[in-house]
């Protein structure tokens, strides 16, 4: 999504054929407070959409915008546009809740102390697999199974679905990890399923939906991913303490070795903050 910068609007509206000095100075004012704040694009269409009514359109890559430290983040779509195809980026209300989930692409050794963590704090998580993850680590998603947490559905290649217009070929994605799933397991695949990439459309989100899925973005996510560039301990604390909010749901993935490090000390810390942890069947009911 293109960033909205406060100094190429105040330009725009300065031109000389375009001032308006009743209309400049109250519009420079809000684009500055919205700057200070850390408020880009992502939050701005929401509100704007918000207001509007507008529903989502075309192909999105799932984006936040922050505010004040605490505060909810708005994201590329209202909670409300979301709902109508069973999707979530955050719970409602103001209660100090986190929805732990982690994105399971291939297995490197650091998912057991993440899962060792989770067991001593007593804190449900949702792990969204791909079909490499079962086939190479199939004990570690039994054992995902065994000590209560959900698994859900990241597709079985990890593609861009919103690239698939074609049904069959959608659900061929979902219903293959599924089906490995309860192979290697025994029991069925939670009906939960997050984009690849957090990258979406209005005809994904409703695939998803008509097969009986609720689709799950996030609301607190950082750079975890990249194995050639993990980001410091205290970098990890500042993003993850920092932007922690109610009722979010928070991105992390099983293949950082900072989370493998510092899971134990960060679910300690968020305790500390006075938040519990939640599993997502509270928020979709499936």
């Given amino acids: 999504m293109k960033t909205i910068y406060v100094k ?4 725009k509206l300065l031109r000389p ?9 109250p519009a ?7 700057f200070f704040l850390g408020r880009e694009a992502a939050q701005i269409r929401a509100e704007a959409r918000q207001t509007s009514g507008e529903l989502l359109a075309g192909t999105e890559d799932w984006g936040l915008g922050f505010g004040r430290e605490g505060e909810k983040p708005t994201g590329n779509a209202t909670a409300q546009e979301l709902a109508g195809y069973d999707a979530y980026y955050c719970g409602p ?9 982690f994105d ?10 993440i899962l060792d963590a989770l067991k001593k704090h007593n ?33 079985y290649h990890h593609p ?18 599924a089906a490995l799933f309860k192979e290697t397991t025994g029991e069925e695949l939670a009906m939960y399923y997050r984009p690849p990439q957090g990258k979406y459309s209005t005809t994904n989100l409703q695939m998803a939906k008509e097969l009986g899925y609720s689709t799950f973005f996030w609301s607190l996510a950082y750079v975890d991913w990249n194995q050639d560039s993990q980001p410091s301990h205290e970098e990890a604390f500042k993003k993850l303490t920092g932007r922690i909010h109610p009722g979010a749901i928070v991105l992390l993935h099983s293949t950082s070795k900072t989370n493998g490090e510092i ?22 009911q499936k």
């Avoid at 190429?8 to 330009?11: E, L, S």
């Avoid at 074609?166 to 990890?177: I, L, N, W």
């Fill in 8 to 11: 190429d609007v105040v330009q």
């Fill in 104 to 113: 399971c692409g291939y297995e490197n050794g650091n998912t057991e102390p």
């Fill in 123 to 155: 804190a449900p998580a949702t792990f969204f697999v791909v079909g490499h993850f079962l086939e190479s680590a199939p004990e570690i998603a039994k054992r995902m199974v065994s000590d209560g947490h959900t698994v859900g559905n990241h597709t």
């Fill in 93 to 101: 209300g103001e209660e100090k809740v986190i929805y732990l989930t």
């Fill in 17 to 25: 054929d375009r001032i308006k000095w009743r209309k400049v100075v």
């Fill in 28 to 34: 420079c004012a809000l684009f500055a407070a919205m």
């Fill in 160 to 177: 861009d679905m919103s690239k698939i217009s074609d049904k069959s070929a959608f659900q061929k994605e979902m219903d293959d990890v």
């Fill in 263 to 284: 899971m134990d000390e960060l679910l300690t810390k968020w305790e500390e903050m006075g938040y519990t942890f939640r599993p997502l069947s509270d928020l979709a």
